[in-house]
């Protein structure tokens, strides 16, 4: 099969980071080729290179035998090379066919052909076989997943050679990455070929034709999917062995009888249903669900930033009554939230100021003197940085800075700083890379031994079989089964998350 | 501190410092506000030699010290996201009820100073109030103030027969008199602008309000009282119009209708000239100084060159969309 794309000996120098050293990539027409490597390894680079958004310092890229140099990313569209961002560019406001052929109308100057639109639009989603999309629908009435089809249809629009998802399914169901990959299959049919960014390798091998791993800016090899395992990509990604990805078992559960947090019949509006746990310290409980089924709820409410509508909670003992964040901090209860991004950073702030944000009280210089002692806070500081591994350049690098999961770290490290006893983690990997998750793992495991209690929500069994002591599962709010370590199996797990059998709690 | 040793793991990360030259260019691009005035003092100088005399560069720093407290506060609202267009009028009620009280004899100098600086300061907290429970934007609210506010001052004025003179030896010292050859009104302002620089940079208060610019929503997941600290900042921005309601009171000697109107576009300008963000979160308080001192050159400039007032309002103007503009073209090369 001939190489459509080719991009041979890609730089990419950034101010203090050589974020592309020499990469390559060559991709086959009519194939999924997916782009795998940690968050840093530079395939976002890579990815926006080919798109004419950044222009490369050295190094070749050429389609279908001609090379090209953009100056723009309207160039890279204008020859089929065509990008889907994971924040999607639809204009909430417009139907779906209007949004087709957002700036490219059909029609003369002054008029828009709205026939043609939504004929062209129709003739795409045939060819796609998307039956359950409306064109004449507003883009904000649809679910995420639709709005993304919408996308690539979109791209379809443009006379498609090269497809660039990244990471189309960090958000999307089990369910609906099935679909999604049955769509770009029949994309692949088009004769175009598609580039796949993702952190989930099971996708890769489950769907993908070849693969490209970058490390460190470097091409570290192009694979067949079907000649590899799950564990040699990791490896490749990585650079190590890929030993003990979910160290769970190195903490040993409940080290007290008396629990850290106990939760008696909580009611949060309709999304969580009189539920009932008690979390000791030294112990991980998992949280899983359906998406929706009250479990990110859950947390938040124990959190105080969604109100109780009923039930009560116990801290060591206690009844305590949170209302908001701060009264959860003071209970020793914290946070970390599945937008890391909207609830969790603070963009152009110093890595330094980040982490001390809730703790900032405890660096006075005086207790009637409210000045910062600055030396103390930054020593703190450097101490969590190190503690948690992030790979920084200086406690005053600015968050942007960062990748995905240093960032997460740098949220981690917040709160370790505060010196919290029971950590509320929602979906603490989502969006960071293999390196990253197994270093995450590996903290919340050693915390569980230092005595701390925790409690993770994820959507991904395997995480939560690995690091989980006990497993809540719930459904449509309600807790509908507590499982111990010993007796949970994958295929018991799903089919509880799923609402199979409803048994009463366990 | 005794936490956890368990995390050892992940230890090692380098943390270095920046190279000399990452240094050199962050400090350029952070002071480039201070070469851009030493280049316009030097034109404006050699295009106009009276430009440079002490007298009128002591001029110039006295014409702007009323634009410059006042940019204080607005520096602190723009920080936190919002903006303030009610501090002309405040300035004004402030002048307004101080003279008030003092020329009909009901309170000595220093409380009639204090309950103007305390009307404007309620001003700050209605909008406060208004925007940051009420969830109105702040440019509809205190809009609203203004017209409202000027509306009410004006009407203590007009009961009280139109003007208010300015008689008080305080207020003619602080207008008039040298301190070490240096007018008592520039000291009086460089030390306001020092107590609140350390406000914000060296206290936890100063940190959050930077904080909540950056990201409020992460701020107040943090524990911090977001809604609070922003109806402050608001506050603050009355407060620092109060006072400077009252400093221009004593350079005008008079307190009239028209005292302060328009003057908050001065006074974003100055905060916007200084490089603040108007979408918050970043900047530097000293730099609003610089950028009212900015604003002040030109217009002493044009002055001297006899160019005509109207001129000088559209040249006010242009440089307020200039600014506008280079905050935008300087955060898009950030991101």
Known sequence: MRNVLEMRGISKRFPGVLALDHADLSVRSGEIHSLIGQNGAGKSTMMKILSGMYAADAGTVTLEGKELSFRHPREALQKGIVTVYQELSLLPNLTVAENMFLGREPGSRLTVDDRAIRRR???????????????????????????????????????????????????????????????????????????????????????????????????????????????????????????????????????????????????????????????????????????????????????GVLPRSGGSVYRDGREILIHSPREAIDNGICLLT??????????????????????????????????????????????????????????????RTLSGGNQQKTIVARWLLSNLDVLLFIEPTRGIDVGAKAEIYRMLSALAAEGKAIMVVSTDHNEILGVSDRILVMYKGRLSRILSRSEAGEEQLLSEIQGWHKHAQG | MPRGNALAQGAGSPITMLSRGERVRSLASEWGIVLVIVALGALFGLTAPRFLLTENIVTIFKQISVVAIMAIGMFVVILVGGIDLSVGSSALLSAVVTMFLLNHGYLPTSLAILAGIAAACAIGLVNGFLVESAGISPIIVTLGTMIAVRGLAQTILWIDNAWLWVRDPAFTFIAQKNILYIPALVIFTVLLYIVFAVVLRQTSFGRFLYAIGGNAR?????????????????????????????????????????????????????????????????GRLEKSMLGALIAGMILNYLTIKGIPGPYQTAVNGLLILAAVVIDRVSRGKAE
Do not use: W
């Open chain 1, 121 to 303: 639009s129709k003739e795409i989603f045939e060819q796609l076989g998307i039956e359950d999309i409306d064109v004449d629908e507003r883009i904000s009435d649809l679910p995420l997943a639709q709005r993304q089809l919408v996308e690539i249809a979109k791209a379809l629009s443009h006379d498609l050679k090269v497809l660039v998802l990244d990471e189309p399914t960090a958000p999307l169901t089990n369910e609906d990455t099935e679909h999604l990959f049955q769509i770009l299959n029949r994309v692949r049919g088009t004769g175009a070929s598609i580039i796949f960014i993702t952190h989930r390798l099971r996708e890769v091998l489950a769907f993908c034709d070849r693969g490209t791993i970058l490390r460190n800016g470097r091409t570290v090899t192009t694979v067949d999917v079907a000649a590899v395992t799950e564990n040699q990509l990791i490896e490749a990604m990585i650079g190590q062995e890929a030993d003990a990805f979910y160290q769970a078992s190195s903490h040993r559960g409940a080290i007290s009888s008396v629990p850290a947090l106990e939760v008696r019949n909580l009611t949060v509006g309709t999304r969580v249903l009189d539920v009932s746990f008690q979390l000791y310290p030294g112990e991980i409980i998992g949280v899983t669900g359906l998406l929706g089924a009250g479990q990110n709820e859950l947390l938040r409410c124990l959190f």
């Open chain 1, 338 to 399: 599945e937008n890391r991004k909207e609830e969790g950073l603070i963009i152009d702030m110093s890595v330094k100021e980040n982490i001390t944000l809730p703790s900032l009280s405890s660096f006075r210089r005086g207790r009637f003197l409210p000045l910062l002692n600055n030396r103390r806070e930054r020593d703190s500081a450097v101490d969590f940085i190190r503690k948690v591994g992030i790979t920084l350049r200086t406690p005053g690098s600015r968050m």
């Open chain 2, 218 to 282: 992460a701020t107040a997941l943090c524990g911090v009282p977001v809604v609070r600290l922003k109806t402050i900042a608001y506050v603050l921005s009355g407060f620092t119009a109060g006072i400077g309601g009252l400093v221009l009171a004593a350079r005008l000697s008079a307190v009239s209708p028209g005292v302060g109107n328009n003057i908050q576009f001065d006074v974003i300008l100055a905060v916007v000239l200084g490089g603040a963000s108007l979408t918050g979160g970043s």
